[in-house]
């Protein structure tokens, strides 16, 4: 499907995305880029991957404080990333948590064909739906589907300031916010299939569940999760069954399949939720080579000269390079 872009923040939807992307996240930063003209393994062949860890509490996703609590050392760790991807431009896709970007699928009768007018109606509806100020927020839309009696918008929205803390980041390693896309956003764009799909993304904070048809989105889902192991697992748990319900409602028949991304992998996640029914895949593969990392002290379980990408899935940077100019 297609994406929702940002040129400096969510809002512009015009041309395709940089060949570059960095996903920041609490366990540290990935960065990917698609090899160019003239480079090696270019013409389709798999990006390149980099990744720097975070020590605990540099970031801390939310819609309320400040998120960067260490902003030079987070620039620093998005400049060495990037500079081992060696990206063709200064524009990158910045990837972001999905807690800090509030994601709706909406209904209208009609909606302004320039986006001008577009904006103020999306404004206006929403400002009963988020708890910040949406006057002064990130917002960037897509018209999912329309005809002469309705219109199903799919729309991002972000705290101006928490956005402005990103991007500062991002311009002081050097770079420039091309786009700006929550992770399970950039995710989808990973999935290569007109046929509905049922996926799921895993954060340390949040479940993401989404359920795509075509070009359609049917659902999109966040759940804050709480601390306490058992009761995360329930809410996990409950968070898979009530989206599986939903497909089934919407679609007609119990999915088979639920493909995943987040900080386990599939089959890890398949033991959590115990669905014999549903067979758990990676939305996108890690990467057996193309992979570059310094490797520190701490890396204990880490031979000397094996690439490390973190716990971090792949899926959003790589989605972000789908489509990539």
Known sequence: MNSILSKAKLGSQLGARPPAAVELSPQGVLAAASPGPGQPHHGGQAPVYAFE???????????????????????????????????????????????????????????????????????????KMIPFDVEHAGLSYQILAADKTECKVLAAVIPGPILAEYEAAVRAAGYEPGAVLPSSLAALEAIDSLEAVLG???????????????????????????????????????????????????????PSRLQFSGNYGAGEFARWIDDPSLAVVDLAQRPETRAVTTL????????????????TSIAGVAGALAGSR
């Open 53 to 127: 860890p975070l020590p605990p509490g540099f970031l801390v996703p939310g819609i309320g404080e400040p998120n960067l609590r260490a902003p030079e050392a987070i620039a620093a760790a998005i400049r060495s990333a990037l500079g081992q991807v060696s990206p063709r431009t200064r524009a990158v896709t910045v990837v972001l948590p999905d807690t800090v970007v509030r994601v709706f699928v909406l209904d209208f009768d009609s909606l302004p064909g320039r986006a001008a007018e577009a904006y103020p109606v999306l404004r206006f509806r929403l400002r």
């Open 200 to 254: 799921a993304n895993l954060s340390g904070l949040a479940l993401t569940t989404f359920i795509t048809n075509g070009q359609d989105l049917l659902l999109y889902r966040t759940l804050d999760l709480p601390e306490d192991p058992d009761l995360r697992l329930q809410e996990v748990q409950r968070g898979i069954a009530v989206a599986a319900a939903y497909y089934e409602d919407k679609l007609g028949a119990r």
């Open 296 to 311: 520190h002290p701490t890396d204990k379980d880490l031979s000397v000269g094996t690439p490390a990408l973190g716990s």
